[in-house]
């Protein structure tokens, strides 16, 4: 899929944009800054979905509420990252999960109501086959 984005002209990646700011922003406010109709623009996002360039529609919530951590992860050598990262993705509490290079092979963004909710979340990763180590980093503010 990373191929795709060459295919996207300048409007498409302004919706994107607009998205990625306000996911509940209307149809009707979107076409009015790029210049499109409301029916132009559902076109557009509906597509932009089947090809799986917006992966999901989701709610942000304000990170007052709650703890939230980075929890950075090495996996065994002889394990499938495809596979393990899938697992990690399922536990309940992971907002998003990454393939790096480096010293890490995979973080995971973890939010909880605690930190004893986010301590069994951390747990649940760490018992997952093939997870070698991990090492996490609670947020204790978010600048932007």
Known sequence: MAGEWRLLDDIDLK???L????GRMSFIEIGKKVGLSEGAVRRRVKL??????????TVEIDRGY???????IQLEY????????????KVPGVEAVYELTGRFDA??????PSISELNER???????????????AVILRIIS
Do not use: M, P, W, Y
């Open 107 to 112: 973080i995971a963004i973890i939010s909880a």
């Open 19 to 22: 998205l990625r700011k306000d």
């Open 66 to 72: 709650g703890v939230s951590a980075i929890t950075f």
């Open 48 to 57: 932009l979905h089947e090809r799986g360039i917006i992966k999901r529609f």
């Open 122 to 136: 951390i747990d649940s990763i760490r018992n997952i086959e093939g997870v070698k180590n991990t090492e996490t």
């Open 78 to 89: 002889s394990s499938s990252a495809k596979e393990v990262v899938g697992k990690v993705a």
């Open 15 to 17: 919706i994107i944009e």
